[in-house]
Nanobody
Framework: QVQLVESGGGLVQPGGALRLSCTASGRISSIGFMGWFRQAPGKWREWVAAVDTSGTTTYEDSVRGRFTISRDNAGNTVYLQMNSLKPEDTAVYYC?????????WGQGTQVTVSS
């Protein structure tokens, strides 16, 4: 089995920063893209950012310039550095990765931006 485990969520004031981490473990033969999604209460899950195996990154428009996605050299951990957080960034953040030619999801970590 393959597992994705996220960490780093929490409560932060507007304008603050958080760093999310997601690590893949288990019987892994290949990892392709890794990315982050989020789901706010009453809304659909939406894509936030992604990084491929070459390190190329892409971002949803509302987070570009504030969030930075990266992955470690081993390629099995992905990070999301979130700066200048806004109340509308409040959501459960999910890690997603292409592992062993299949899609895997993490369990989610709550990010709350509030004063």
């Amino acid at each position: 089995q393959v597992q994705l485990v996220e960490s780093g969520g929490g409560l932060v004031q507007p304008g603050g920063a958080l760093r999310l981490s997601c690590t893949a473990s288990g019987r892994i033969s290949s990892i392709g893209f890794m990315g982050w999604f989020r789901q706010a209460p009453g809304k659909w899950r939406e894509w936030v950012a992604a990084v491929d195996t070459s390190g190329t990154t892409t971002y949803e428009d509302s987070v570009r310039g504030r969030f930075t996605i990266s992955r470690d050299n081993a390629g099995n951990t992905v990070y999301l550095q979130m700066n200048s957080l806004k109340p509308e960034d409040t959501a459960v953040y999910y890690c997603r990765a292409r592992i062993n030619e299949g899609d895997s999801w993490g369990q989610g970590t709550q990010v709350t931006v509030s004063s």
